[in-house]
Each structure stands twice: as C-alpha cells, then as structure tokens.
C-alpha cells in the first residue's frame, strides 16, 4: 500500500513509539532503580554499581549465559562476535577457551532466540527497559567473582601428594566440600538451596512474592563453582519484578515509577503539535481510524499518555488496547484470553465484559483476541518505523 491514507487503520505502540522518552535519562532511572534494589534487597555491594555508562552494554540483542557469567554478541550461526565475564571484555584466545566446547550449546540458544523461543540458561536483553539492566547485572557478575576470589584465597584448597608429584584436592577436602554442595548440582530453584539465616522480608517486598536472600559466602562459592550463574539472573529478575511490576505503579512505590511520575519532564518527551494534528487530519479528513496497542496496563500508559498528547489523548485513538500481551496474541486462539471493559482511567476491570461485534467500548484490557474481536476480515501489514512500531490495516476488498 502506497499511500498510507487509503488504509482503514493505523495503529501505534506506546513506549518509543507513540510515547517517547529521553532514552539517556530513563537509562540511568532504570540503572539506578536496580541496582538500589539489588543492595537493599540481596546485599550486593554498593560499589560494585559505579556507573551507568557503559556503552558496549547498551545493546539489543546482547545475551547472557547464566553459565558461564558471560555476555555474548552472536551471530545468527552463534558464531561469538565479542564477549565479556561481568564487566570485563574479553580476548579472541580467552573467549576460544572458555567455549571451545560449548558449540552445541550456542548453536542451541540462537536456534531458540530465532525461533522466539527463551533459552534454557540465557537472556537476552531486547527493549529499553531490561537493556539499562544489563550494565546492573554484570556488576552483580563482579561482585561475586570478588567475594569467590576472597572466599577462595582465604580457604585454599589442601594438596595431597600422590605418585605423579601433582597435587590434587584431598579426600577430605573433598568430602568436606561434597557435604557442603549436596545435590546442589542438579537444583534450578533457588527455593530449595540453604541460604543460611533466614531473614524478615517487609511487606513491599513480600507483596510481590519475593524472598529476601542474603547469601553466606561459601554457598555462594557452591553455586558459582557447580550451578554457574543463574542464581545471579534470578536476583535481577527480582528487581525487575520490584521495580517494574505493575502493581507498583498504583502504590507508588518501588525505586522507578515513584521518580517517573514525580519528574514526568525529565524522562518523556511531549508530543509537538503537529504529531496530534496529523492523527485528527488522518481522521476527520481521511477517514482512517486509529488504534494504539501496547503491553502496559491502564494506569501507567494513561499516565504516559497524558504527559504526553494532554488530558485530551483519547480523541486520537478510535481503539486503545491495554496488555495487550505481545506477541503472544498474534499465536494465541481467540477463546484464549478475552478482552475485558475498563473504565477510562483503568482503575476496575469489568472482567465480564467481553468484546463483541459492533461494540462502542473504546478502551479494553487484557486482551488476546484482537484479531476476531476489532480486525476481522481485515489484513494487517507491520513495519518497524523509526520511532517504534506501525500497524497498517486495509480492509480485504
């Protein structure tokens, strides 16, 4: 389709689409967001999380391998085009090392990526909001590595002579540290390892169903030397959970929406006129009807919307669909997950309320089923754009 004024519909994303931010700013928020979190929270150390600039992690697509503790730049034939462990960068000889062994195992992880799949053991980082994080987790990297160092120097291994003259870790030793490590090796759930003392979680943590973890260092050794890293992405992936969930939004608590919403200015851009103008002219001249679609909920995408196009943001948009769960309703049947009716400002969900033809509601919720219940017998064309994502419908004739 030529000109994008016959379409039907035109529809837009929220964040870095029909919402912009100041991208330098919000990384630093979402930084700092974390990485408080992570010494309040798991008692990493504080200056471990020097700064946020650290450009080399800036970067979709890059992927961490719970593993190894690495970070990875892959091609699509999981060729490693640079890496790092932590924070530090690492050489073409040590990366050939480290993964000389390990083809299967990248060959796998690129085949899940490319199939949208989530990889067993890695993470990859993909939007503005996980990818500041990933500067906080390779500190955490590096934390560790120095509390193992210091673990390690301070406990060394005790040498048994055999007939060859090389030392090797004696069987007491060796028993001592079986004792210590249990079935540790086969454990994927943090829940199941001894953590030591436990220790009083408040409320705002225990609300959102996290448990505090201050690990003793000797376990944390156990873990790096026989389960890797991956108790390291489970501690960030609390504080995405304590910072970014949804529910922290209307409580105004966690260290990122409570600093959003109180400095709007410094973190979002508002839409010059002419971006309001042009949307009314497509449709009162045009007569294309316009759709907005994103994953956040109500609450927070009003708020962003009103920063951003006024207290009028609703005339724009003939359609406004909240966690709209992308892209897993583009997959999903229709019966899946039903729309549901919110009122304006999204603070109730009228979960009996489903979507039907022909229906006047202008604002719903929680929906999978887009495709039956707004586009049907429609054909959809998508396109990234330079400022996020377009959808363009045109009725099939």
Avoid at 55 to 77: I, M, N, Q, W
């Amino acid at each position: 389709m030529d000109d994008i004024r016959l379409a039907d519909w035109i529809g837009f994303d929220l964040d870095h689409s029909a919402v912009r931010y100041n991208v330098p700013a919000l990384s630093h928020l979402v930084f700092d967001a974390m990485a408080k979190f992570e010494v309040e929270f798991h008692g990493y150390s504080e200056n471990a999380f020097v700064t946020a600039n650290m450009p080399h992690f800036f970067a979709r697509g890059l992927v961490f391998d719970c593993e190894t503790g690495c970070f990875l730049r892959l091609s699509r034939d999981g060729a490693i085009l640079s890496a790092s462990h932590g924070t530090m960068s690492m050489s073409k000889e040590a990366i050939e090392t480290l993964y000389s062994d390990k083809k299967g195992r990248l060959d796998s992880i690129c085949r899940d990526l490319l199939m949208g799949k989530k990889p067993q053991r890695a993470f990859m980082f993909v939007t503005f909001f996980d990818i500041p994080g990933a500067a906080v987790l390779a500190s955490m990297i590096d934390d560790v590595d120095a509390r193992v160092l210091e673990y390690r120097l301070s406990h060394p291994l005790q040498e048994c002579n055999t007939e060859d003259g090389k030392g090797e870790r004696c069987e007491k030793e060796q028993s001592q540290c079986d004792d210590d490590k249990g079935d540790r090796g086969e454990v994927d759930n943090m829940d199941e390892v001894d953590d030591g003392d436990e220790i009083a979680t408040d409320e705002k943590y225990s609300s959102l169903g996290l448990k505090k973890r201050l690990l003793k260092v000797e376990t944390i050794a156990n873990l790096v030397e026989n389960m890797g890293y991956d108790f390291v992405l489970t501690n960030w992936f609390d504080g995405l959970n304590f910072n970014f969930n949804h529910l922290q939004f209307a409580r105004n608590e966690g260290y990122y929406f409570p600093m959003l919403k109180q400095y709007p200015h410094k973190y979002i851009f508002e839409a010059p006129p002419e971006v309001a103008s042009w949307l009314m002219t497509m449709k009162t001249d045009h007569h294309v009807n316009m759709f907005l679609l994103t994953n956040s909920h109500q609450d927070y995408a009003t708020f962003l919307l009103k920063h951003t196009f006024g207290e009028d943001w609703k005339s724009l948009f003939d359609i406004v669909v909240f966690y709209g769960s992308k892209p897993q309703f583009f997959h999903n049947t229709p019966d899946s997950c039903p729309f549901v009716a919110t009122d304006v400002e999204g603070t109730e969900q009228c979960k009996h309320w489903l979507v039907s033809k022909g229906s006047r509601q202008k604002t719903w919720s929680v929906g999978e089923c887009i495709l039956e219940a707004i586009i049907l017998n429609f054909k959809i064309f998508s396109s990234q754009t330079h400022i996020g994502m377009l959808f363009v419908i045109k009725v099939r004739r």
